[in-house]
T-cell receptor, first 111, second 111 residues
Framework: AQTIHQWPVAEIKAVGSPLSLGCTIK??????LYWYWQATGGTLQQLFY??????VESVVQLNLSASRPKDDQFILSTEKLLLSHSGFYLC??????????FGEGTRLSVL | GEQVEQRPPHLSVREGDSAIIICTYT??????FSWYKQEAGAGLQLLMS?????DRKEEQGLTVLLNKKDKRLSLNLTAAHPGDSAVYFC??????????FGTGTRLQVLP
């Protein structure tokens, strides 16, 4: 069975500090991978997607970047956090014509 | 790009009643439709998904209807119970790899 794991579960960071969030999918080769951001009480905004190792497409510009160093790993990062980066970050995976399946998310508070 | 509207934003029903949530979308090329449930502080749980060639799908007390002519997708929870209380999101998949979410419906099922 496929599993998707996000880390860390939660982060409290200072404005201007760097950030790295991770996501690993096990039990599925060559998945499509996604990063989403959710403001408290809000809807989900797709940030990035990747269909293969080393390839990442940006959907919106939020001073964040993403990388896919391995087939089963997706990393979200920034060198300098903003207050507006606070929220819930969700990683998801799917195959063509399937609905994305989500991890449990990382809650980020930027102070 | 694809636009998705979801209504109502809040819905309160009595236990045993049905709850209906509706989404409308704009892109007729949309090929895949999904409904998710999100409980407080958690990731998204996939409830049901349908391809564009399906008009109706029923599973475990849930009914999804797709009206392609009106570009409308609905979720009907028949005989809702308190455990159904959560936020529900529709999602539509626009080629090639963009998944757009509705704004969410907070459902409260009262005993």
């Amino acid at each position: 069975a496929q599993t998707i794991h996000q880390w860390p579960v939660a982060e409290i960071k200072a404005v201007g500090s760097p950030l790295s969030l991770g996501c690993t999918i096990k039990g599925k080769s060559s998945p499509n991978l996604y990063w989403y951001w959710q403001a408290t009480g809000g809807t989900l905004q797709q940030l990035f997607y990747s269909i293969t190792v080393g390839q990442v497409e940006s959907v919106v510009q939020l001073n964040l970047s993403a990388s896919r160093p391995k087939d089963d790993q997706f990393i979200l990062s920034t060198e300098k956090l903003l207050l507006s980066h606070s929220g819930f970050y969700l990683c998801a995976w799917d195959r063509a014509n399937q609905a994305p399946l989500f991890g449990e998310g990382t809650r980020l508070s930027v102070l | 790009g694809e636009q998705v509207e979801q209504r109502p934003p809040h819905l309160s029903v009595r236990e045993g009643d049905s709850a209906i949530i509706i989404c409308t979308y704009t892109d007729s090329a949309t090929a895949y439709f999904s409904w998710y449930k999100q409980e407080a502080g958690a990731g998204l749980q996939l409830l049901m998904s349908v391809l564009s060639n399906v008009d109706r799908k029923e599973e475990q007390g849930l009914t999804v209807l797709l009206n392609k002519k009106d570009k409308r997708l609905s979720l009907n929870l028949t005989a809702a119970h308190p455990g159904d209380s959560a936020v529900y999101f529709c999602a539509v998949r626009a080629p090639p790899n963009k998944v757009v979410f509705g704004t969410g419906t907070r459902l409260q099922v009262l005993p």
